[in-house]
């Protein structure tokens, strides 16, 4: 009978905690990625549907429901992606996306990032998404926003913001 290592179970599989703190790999960064799409998608579907409602409280009458025009719709919801993922990191160091996935972006002292910082890696994910895909190459699993703006996400599960001893 084989000995089972204590951070796992019978089947092989590791404990999540025995990840915290070390740095997130490119398939949970991905995932919690999606989910922000996701979350990003909701926020500008509700902002159009709150315009839809105001335009119809206004004109009842004449009222016919349009889809945006996409000079529009793009801006919008890179403005709404920039101010979701400024927020989410600059606040707590997470999304949505990287709560639900275990993840904490932190800067080179591993503290939350500032908001000019979170501001500037929100920006480059904006304009760049493709740049997260330089995890898979990069030894240290960073981005090229996160290497551009100095920053690196470690799978983190505390419900709250780690205290760093300075």
């Keep these: 009978m084989r000995a089972v290592d204590s951070a796992s179970d019978d089947l092989g599989r590791r404990d999540p905690r025995t990840f ?12 919690a990625a999606f989910l922000d799409v996701l979350v990003v998608a909701l926020i500008v579907t509700g902002i159009y549907l709150a315009f839809v409602a105001l335009v119809f409280a206004v004109s009842p009458g004449t009222f016919k429901p349009s889809t945006l025009p996409n000079w529009v719709l793009i801006p919008l919801t890179g403005l709404v992606a920039l101010a979701y993922l400024t927020q989410g990191w600059s606040g707590t160091g997470r999304t949505y996306g990287c709560s639900l996935m275990g993840l904490r972006v932190v800067d080179r002292g591993g503290n939350k990032p500032r908001l000019r910082r979170s501001f500037l890696r929100a920006g480059a994910y904006v304009v760049f998404p493709a740049g997260l895909i330089w995890v898979a190459f990069s030894a240290t699993n960073r981005s090229l926003q996160d290497i551009l703006v100095g920053t690196y996400v470690v799978y983190d599960w505390a419900p709250h913001e780690p205290t760093v001893s300075r």
């Design 20 to 31: 915290q703190g070390r740095r997130a790999g490119l398939v949970s960064r991905v995932a």
